[in-house]
C-alpha cells in the first residue's frame, strides 16, 4: 500500500480517489471547493488538506484531475503547489485532459526536482470513473509507468504505456476525435430513421450488432430518442477537449475537417444553453427541438 493523494474531486475524481482509499492506500485530497473535499471524507478512509501542497507533502504518488492546462499549473506551480511539496521520487500522475505542451513543460520542471511524471487521461466517462472501469492513456519513462500502473489499477479496466511524455495527451486526442465523429453519425442515423417513420428502438437492436454497433449506439440511443442529456461527458468539457485536437492538428499538419465541423455543431448547442448536456445532445440540432 502507498501514500497517495488525489488533487481534484470533480465527477471523474471523486470516484478515482475512492477506489483508492477503498484499496487500502493512504489517501489526501484537495479540492478548489472545500466543500467537495469534507463530503469525500465523509465517504471514504482518508484526509482533507486544505491545499495541493499539503495533499502531496509525503506523498509516494500524486495524482490530479483538474480542469484544463492553467488549473493543472496552478495545482502543480502555484504559492500552494503540489510540486513545492513533493519529495524527489514522488511520482506525478495527470489524469486531466490538457495539451501536450503542458505536459510536456511540467515534465520538464518536475524533473529538475526530482520528481517523476506520469501523463494519464481517461476515457469512459463517470460512470466508468464510479465502477473503476476506465481506459487510461499513458505517457513517461517505462519504469516510473511500471510503478505507477500498480496505484492506476484501483480504478482501470485498461492501461497502457503509449510512448514518451505527451504521448498519452495525444492518444487521448485520438479518441476524442473518434467519439465527436461518431456521435453526429449516430445523431444523425437516429434522425433518419424517425423521419424515415421506422421504429427507432427495432433498427437499433438489428444494426448494433452489425459494423454500425458502438458502445454510444448501445448506450445512448434511448436516452437521445427520449431528449435526455443530463448524464455524460458534458459538451463544455468536449468543446476545450475538441480545442486542443484542432489546435495541435494545426502544428502536426493533420486533417480534421469533421471534427472542427462537429466543434461548430457543439457550439450552438452551447449558445442556446446545453454546456452542461452530455455530449449525445447533438441530436438535439437535427430534431428541431433547439428551444425546448
Not at 490530479?64 to 493543472?72: I, P, Q, T
Not at 506520469?118 to 470513473?129: E, H, K, R, W
Not at 475537417?257 to 444553453?273: H, R
Request: hydrophobic share 40%; glycine share 12%.
Amino acid at each position: 500500500m502507498a501514500k497517495v493523494s488525489f488533487i481534484g474531486l470533480g465527477v471523474m475524481g471523486f470516484p478515482m480517489a475512492g477506489h483508492l482509499s477503498s484499496s487500502g492506500h493512504e489517501v489526501r485530497v484537495y479540492n478548489r471547493t472545500s466543500k467537495k473535499s469534507v463530503e469525500w471524507e465523509s465517504q471514504f478512509k482518508g484526509k482533507a488538506c486544505s491545499s495541493p501542497r499539503e495533499a502531496a507533502f509525503g506523498a509516494d504518488f500524486v495524482m490530479a484531475c483538474v480542469g484544463n492546462d492553467d488549473d493543472l499549473r496552478e495545482i502543480c506551480l502555484g504559492e500552494e503547489g503540489a510540486f513545492k511539496g513533493m519529495k524527489p521520487g514522488t511520482i506525478f500522475v495527470d489524469h486531466t485532459t490538457v495539451s501536450a505542451k503542458v505536459t510536456r513543460e511540467l515534465g520538464s520542471i518536475s524533473k529538475g526536482s526530482g520528481v517523476e511524471f506520469i501523463d494519464a487521461p481517461v476515457s469512459g466517462g463517470q460512470a466508468g470513473a464510479i465502477n473503476g472501469q476506465l481506459g487510461v492513456m499513458c505517457g513517461g519513462d517505462p519504469d516510473t509507468y511500471i510503478k505507477a500502473e500498480k496505484i492506476i489499477s484501483s480504478y482501470a479496466k485498461v492501461c497502457k504505456l503509449l510512448g514518451p511524455s505527451g504521448a498519452g495527451q495525444l492518444t487521448k486526442m485520438v479518441n476524442q476525435i473518434c467519439i465527436a465523429g461518431l456521435v453526429q453519425g449516430l445523431s444523425e442515423g437516429l434522425n433518419f430513421a424517425d423521419k424515415a417513420g421506422l421504429d427507432v428502438k427495432e433498427v437499433v437492436d438489428v444494426i448494433s450488432a452489425g459494423a454500425a454497433g458502438s458502445w454510444q449506439m448501445v448506450n445512448r440511443h434511448e436516452t437521445m430518442s427520449a431528449d435526455k442529456f443530463d448524464h455524460g461527458f458534458a459538451v463544455d468539457w468536449m468543446r476545450k477537449d475538441l480545442g486542443i485536437c484542432l489546435s495541435t492538428a494545426e502544428e502536426n499538419g493533420a486533417s480534421l475537417p469533421v471534427t472542427a465541423l462537429v466543434d461548430q455543431f457543439y457550439k450552438e448547442v452551447q449558445n442556446i444553453g446545453g454546456g452542461r448536456w452530455d455530449t449525445s445532445s447533438l441530436i438535439k440540432r437535427l430534431n428541431n427541438k433547439l428551444s425546448k
